[in-house]
């Protein structure tokens, strides 16, 4: 069993910076495939970035690419969000997820969930 609880979300200017972090608990963390999706009101969950438990196989959506990295520090059970330059339209409810296999991109994959950080950028 893995719990994660999402934390670092807040309002933000366009052009700003955030760090999104995601605290697991579960003995086998370490061991899970990370992601990060966000959920805009009115729009479908949509996946953001997932990192392999290993760090070697990392996927970002087009539409962050370039602005947002993921990292994970396992021996903190602690999986990172960074985001830079961001855009209004990086606005939503942020959440983390995990898996035992490799990254992929559909929501549905993903078999554990928090309960999600929002982020605000203003223009």
């Known amino acids: 069993q893995v719990q994660l609880v999402e934390s670092g979300g807040g309002l933000v200017q366009a052009g700003a910076s955030l760090r999104l972090s995601c605290a697991a608990s579960?003995?086998?963390?370490?061991?899970?495939?990370k992601g990060w999706f966000r959920q805009a009101p009115g729009k479908e969950r949509e996946f953001v970035a997932a990192?392999?438990?290993?760090?070697?196989?990392?996927y970002y959506a087009d539409s962050v690419k370039g602005r947002f990295t993921v990292s994970r520090d396992n021996a903190k059970n602690t999986v990172y969000l960074q985001m830079n330059s961001l855009k209004p339209e990086d606005t939503a409810v942020y959440y983390c997820?995990?898996?035992?296999?490799?990254?992929?991109?559909?929501?549905?994959?993903?078999?554990?969930w928090g309960q999600g950080t929002q982020v605000t950028v203003s223009s």
């Open positions: 990192m392999s438990w290993s760090g070697n196989i990392i």
């Open positions: 997820a995990a898996r035992s296999g490799p990254p992929v991109v559909p929501v549905l994959e993903y078999d554990y």
């Open positions: 579960g003995r086998t963390f370490s061991t899970y495939t």
